[in-house]
């Protein structure tokens, strides 16, 4: 009977080991680690290695931005 803590983490931890090869480069040139954890580098965008990461940090940042333009706004004080 297999391990069911072995089952699941290998339904759910996805990763790639790379051999080196350089075929998916992309604009910055090929990747150095040797483990993609959650998605593959440059599969949607040449100039972009995790495409769905990048989605996900921009939404981080423009949350911050409107913060700080409401901020600026109301004249919160400084600190």
Not at 57 to 78: D, H, P, R
């Amino acid at each position: 009977m297999p391990n069911m803590a072995e089952d699941v983490a290998h339904r759910y931890v996805k990763f790639d080991l790379h051999s080196g090869d350089t075929s998916d480069a992309g604009y910055w040139g090929r990747h150095t680690s040797s483990i993609d954890w959650c998605e593959r580098n440059y599969a949607v965008l040449d100039f972009v290695a995790e495409f769905w990461n990048t989605v996900t940090s921009l939404v981080i940042l423009f949350a911050g931005l409107i913060n700080l333009y409401q901020s600026i706004t109301q004249k919160y004080e400084k600190r």
